[in-house]
T-cell receptor
Framework: EADIYQTPRYLVIGTGKKITLECSQT?????MYWYQQDPGMELHLIHY???????EKGDLSSESTVSRIRTEHFPLTLESARPSHTSQYLC?????????FGPGTRLTVL | RKEVEQDPGPFNVPEGATVAFNCTYS??????FFWYRQDCRKEPKLLMS???SGNEDGRFTAQLNRASQYISLLIRDSKLSDSATYLC???????????FGQGTELSVKP
């Protein structure tokens, strides 16, 4: 089993609030990723990082931002949550091509 | 045209049936290929990597045809616990990034 953790697992929050979704991995992987997935729909890459101080936007435009100050930590921040941000957010990490996923954060913005 | 295309589901089969999933990809430069499994409202988990020579893991057999850019997954003697969405995944030519198909849902009935 992969050692990748996400908190919180579930978050219900009001419009306009700032939120940070946490993702940590203990495998020493250089590469980390954030995906967004709506129920029954495809995974969409929104951010990725190839190492410390490296972040890139993914294929799906997102209003969120990320940072990579430590190898093991890749938090995602929404400055002002809106109902359109309601979704599941999945974090993953890899050393080569195989990606391992965390359990996800299910975000609901009211 | 999507970069990775899978059979549209859902597949509804009785226990013990043999099920075959098909997938095509458009990027001839892709080097790594995978099948992931995703249970309802959970994260994707690696089922198996796919090699040019074909590979088998118990009841699961994966095959790759690079010339046709085609990947398959065969499940023999299907179990109730095989019910899930199966994701065909291909590496992009941007190191580390993966491209996920939309998934094919399998429902195994008693």
């Amino acid at each position: 089993e992969a050692d990748i953790y996400q908190t919180p697992r579930y978050l219900v929050i009001g419009t306009g609030k700032k939120i940070t979704l946490e993702c940590s991995q203990t495998m020493g992987h250089d590469k980390m990723y954030w995906y967004q997935q709506d129920p029954g729909m495809e995974l969409h890459l929104i951010h990725y990082s190839y190492g410390v101080n490296s972040t890139e936007k993914g294929d799906l435009s997102s209003e969120s931002t990320v940072s990579r100050i430590r190898t093991e930590h890749f938090p995602l921040t929404l400055e002002s949550a809106r109902p359109s941000h309601t979704s599941q957010y999945l974090c993953a990490s890899s050393q080569e091509d195989t990606q391992y996923f965390g359990p996800g954060t299910r975000l609901t913005v009211l | 045209r999507k970069e990775v295309e899978q059979d549209p589901g859902p597949f509804n089969v009785p226990e013990g049936a043999t099920v075959a999933f098909n997938c095509t990809y458009s990027n001839s430069a892709s080097q790594s290929f995978f099948w992931y499994r995703q249970d309802c409202r959970k994260e994707p988990k690696l089922l198996m990597s796919v090699y040019s020579s074909g590979n088998e893991d118990g009841r699961f057999t994966a095959q790759l045809n690079r010339a046709s850019q085609y990947i398959s997954l065969l499940i023999r003697d299907s179990k109730l616990s095989d019910s899930a969405t199966y994701l065909c995944v291909v590496s992009s030519n941007q190191g580390g990034k993966l491209i996920f198909g939309q998934g094919t849902e399998l429902s195994v009935k008693p």
